[in-house]
Antibody, heavy 123, light 106 residues
Framework: QAQLVESGGGVVQPGRSLRLSCVASGLTLSNYDMHWVRQAPGKGLEWVAGISDNGRNNYYADSVKGRFTLSRDNSKNSLFLQLNSLRPEDSATYYC????????????????WGQGTFVTVSS | SGELTQPPSVSVSPGQTASIFCSGDKLGDKFASWYQQRPGQSPVLVIFQDTKRPSGVPDRFSASNSGNTATLTISGAQAMDEADYYCQAWDNTVVIFGGGTKLTVL
């Protein structure tokens, strides 16, 4: 059964950094574009970033552009999100999510989500 | 990038039909997806490419997308359908989510 497992969350002070990881099992990650979506407590879903299947193309929300970096290691079936210059408003559960399609024709839809890892940015 | 607007809440009686609307500029020109999120759980894809249901999603879930509005319809709503629902689209290299709609079945 396909599964995504995130890790790396925790409590961090404003301005500091954190690295989130997402490991896939039961599927070959290199076949799919992958994304991170976050959700602040009691709030809605917010897309953070996406990366193409081969890692050549990255996309970021304006709110994180220049501070977050998305990468992947297909040989390890893994996805990484480097969070720099963290702000209190970055506090959220961060979900790793898989694009359901191997084609870019329709735009992403996320058919597999991890359980999330929680990031708290506070002094 | 654009925005997607959803009503904060919708109520439906068990067995009746619920419709949740998602509006955005020329949304019908994009492909819309819908997610269900129960409390304390990760989101689940219930509709993609405007009208398609992933395997395992009950056929009481259906959707359409035209003009500026995408619509998720739940026919014969059940207590287990009570959840938050989010629409989502892809707009010029950016993924956008609607603000979410809390569906209450009572």
């Amino acid at each position: 059964q396909a599964q995504l497992v995130e890790s790396g969350g925790g409590v961090v002070q404003p301005g500091r950094s954190l690295r989130l990881s997402c490991v896939a099992s039961g599927l070959t990650l290199s076949n799919y574009d992958m994304h991170w979506v976050r959700q602040a407590p009691g709030k809605g879903l917010e897309w953070v970033a996406g990366i193409s299947d081969n890692g050549r193309n990255n996309y970021y929300a304006d709110s994180v552009k220049g501070r977050f970096t998305l990468s992947r290691d297909n040989s390890k079936n893994s996805l990484f999100l480097q969070l720099n210059s963290l702000r209190p408003e970055d506090s959220a559960t961060y979900y790793c999510a898989k694009d359901e399609s191997t084609s870019a024709t329709f735009g992403p839809a996320f058919d597999l989500w991890g359980q999330g890892t929680f990031v708290t940015v506070s002094s | 990038s654009g925005e997607l607007t959803q009503p904060p809440s919708v109520s439906v009686s068990p067995g009746q039909t619920a419709s949740i609307f998602c509006s955005g500029d020329k949304l019908g020109d994009k492909f819309a997806s819908w997610y269900q999120q129960r409390p304390g759980q990760s989101p689940v894809l219930v509709i993609f490419q405007d009208t398609k249901r992933p395997s395992g999603v009950p056929d009481r879930f259906s959707a359409s997308n035209s003009g500026n509005t995408a619509t998720l319809t739940i026919s014969g709503a059940q207590a287990m359908d009570e959840a938050d629902y989010y629409c989502q689209a892809w707009d010029n290299t950016v993924v956008i989510f609607g603000g979410g709609t809390k569906l209450t079945v009572l």
